[in-house]
């Protein structure tokens, strides 16, 4: 059960209009490495997660406090939105080409589609998709793609604050890193935790199954020679690294019978 309180987690108001800013922060809203993506992914795991309470509580209270973030930067472009012209003609966008750049840069769909607030699509249009996200069953797995999310977010959240120098925008950006870096470290050590206890692949209950002889073979099908880099050296699960150069095909030719050419329109 979740309850909203219409307090903001954190202030989300810039000094000025800027539907260009807007725009870029769709791409931290609703693009693939979003907060909507954390939002849902987080949430998800923890609905799944039927083992040690202590990871499930963490991944809801996350997912929970990415809900806030979602809220922080939709209230953010809405302000950004304000004012923006909509109606300009084109005689007047000749006559003027800074207006005639915001219009060009703005995101149609802002106005559109949303009535100049943000909607749940990355800067380009493209709407967001439960195929982002990723909840998997397996904690290690899925703490592994949470600090890949919280690192991608975290990038494109330092690159959006330096295509601008609006202070409200900066101060917003300022406050999501922050979390972003708590965020990595949490879900580094609840992997850390896990993989001492199920271990460092996954799933790890299948190496009696799997063809061991090439479970550590730094099989090198590049000619720059770069995986030979690691040969000798031990792995995280304490096996060495072996390598091989131009490893050989050794599944032989395939021989599959042709299909009905009832299916075809041809004789191929």
Known sequence: MFKH????????????????????L?????????????????????WASTGDEKYKDLLLA?????????????TMIAYLLEG???????EEMRKDPALAAVIGGMDPEHAIVHGMTAG????????????????SGNLVADMRFNVVRESEARLQVS???????????????????????QH???FIKAQEELEEKYGVIVPGDMKDIEHQEFSHV?????????????????????????????????GGLPKNKPADKRLHNNQG
């Open 218 to 250: 730094l099989m090198d099908f590049s000619d720059g020679g770069g995986a030979k880099a690691f040969e000798g050296q031990t792995a995280k699960d304490g096996e060495k690294f072996t390598y091989q150069a131009d490893p050989e095909a050794m």
């Open 159 to 181: 690159r959006l604050y330096y295509m601008t120098e609006d202070k409200g925008v900066r101060d917003m950006l300022r406050f999501l890193l922050a979390r972003e870096t």
């Open 5 to 24: 309180t219409r307090k903001l987690q954190y202030n989300a108001k810039p000094d000025r209009p800027d539907p260009l800013m807007a725009r870029r």
């Open 84 to 90: 923006a012209p909509m109606h300009a003609t084109e």
């Open 62 to 74: 996350t997912g929970t406090e990415e809900m806030a973030h979602v809220e922080m930067i939709s």
């Open 184 to 186: 990595q470290l949490q």
């Open 120 to 135: 749940l699509n990355n800067p380009n249009g493209a709407a967001w998709n439960a195929g982002y996200t990723t909840s």
């Open 26 to 46: 769709q791409e931290s809203l609703g693009g693939q490495w979003g907060e909507v993506t954390g939002m849902m992914s987080y949430l998800s795991q923890g």
